[in-house]
C-alpha cells in the first residue's frame, strides 16, 4: 500500500519570502500522480499543483513550483514571494493512475503560518 | 457555476440514529469519493464510485454505506454502527480516466453526542 508522510507539523514564513513543504511517498508503482492541496480555515480543499510522476519537468504554477525527486520518492512544495492568503493546512497527496480507482492517499498536512 | 455541493454543513444527531450526508456534482464526472478528516489528519477514504451502480469500500468503509443511483449524487449514509462518527466528511469528483484531478465540496461537519 502506498503511504505518505510529511514531516513537518507546522511551518513559519515572513511575508513575501519563499518556504519549502516537505513530502515523501512510498510506492512500488512506477507511474501516478502526485499533489499539493491547501486547505484553508474554510476547510475547502484548493488543489494548488499537480505532477505527473513520468514527467521529468517539475511542475510550476504561478508563485508554486515542486521539487520532484522520483528516485528518493521525494515530492517538496516551494511557495515564493509568500502572502498573507497562503497560510493554510497544505496537505501532500498521492494517486494511483486513474484505472486503478484514483484513490487518493494523503500526508498527515503541514500547517503554514505567515507573518507579516 | 459548475462544482459539488454538500449539505447541510453542520448536522448534529443523537447516538444510534442514522444519517445521511448530500452530495452532489454538476461537472459531469464519472467518479465520486468520500473522505472523513479528524482534527489534526490527513483525509481517509470511506467509500469511492467510478460509474453509475457500482462502488467500492475505501481504507475505512466500515460503519458506513453509499449508494450511486444518478452520475450526479453520492449521498453518504453514517449508521449505528460507526464507533466514532463525529468528523468532518469531504465528496470529491473527477473526470475517471478521463482526468484525475480530484475537486471538492465545502464539506460537512457532523457531530454525533
Known amino acids: 500500500a502506498q503511504t505518505v508522510t510529511q514531516s513537518q507539523p507546522e511551518m513559519s514564513v515572513q511575508e513575501a519570502e519563499t518556504v519549502t513543504l516537505s513530502c515523501t511517498y512510498d510506492t512500488s508503482e512506477s507511474d501516478y500522480y502526485l499533489f499539493w492541496y491547501k486547505q484553508p480555515p474554510s476547510r475547502q480543499m484548493i488543489l494548488v499543483i499537480r505532477?505527473?510522476?513520468?514527467?521529468?519537468q517539475n511542475a510550476t504554477e504561478n508563485r508554486f513550483s515542486v521539487n520532484f525527486q522520483k528516485a528518493a520518492k521525494s515530492f517538496s512544495l516551494k511557495i515564493s514571494d509568500s502572502q498573507l492568503g497562503d497560510a493554510a493546512m497544505y496537505f501532500c497527496a498521492y494517486s494511483s493512475r486513474p484505472e486503478y480507482g484514483n484513490k487518493l492517499v494523503f500526508g498527515a498536512g503541514t500547517i503554514l503560518r505567515v507573518k507579516s | 457555476d459548475g462544482g459539488i455541493t454538500q449539505s447541510p454543513k453542520y448536522l448534529f444527531r443523537k447516538e444510534g440514529q442514522n444519517v445521511t450526508l448530500s452530495c452532489e456534482q454538476n461537472?459531469?464526472?464519472?467518479?465520486m469519493y468520500w473522505y472523513r478528516q479528524d482534527p489534526g489528519q490527513g483525509l481517509r477514504l470511506i467509500y469511492y464510485?467510478?460509474?453509475?451502480?457500482?462502488?467500492q469500500k475505501g481504507d475505512i468503509a466500515e460503519g458506513y454505506s453509499v449508494s450511486r443511483e444518478k452520475k450526479e449524487s453520492f449521498p453518504l449514509t453514517v449508521t449505528s454502527a460507526q464507533k466514532n462518527p463525529t468528523a468532518f466528511y469531504l465528496c470529491a469528483s473527477s473526470g475517471g480516466q478521463v482526468s484525475f484531478e480530484q475537486y471538492f465540496g465545502p464539506g460537512t461537519r457532523l457531530t454525533v453526542t
Open positions: 505532477q505527473e510522476a513520468y514527467k521529468q
Open positions: 461537472l459531469n464526472h464519472d467518479a
Open positions: 464510485s467510478q460509474i453509475v451502480n457500482d462502488f
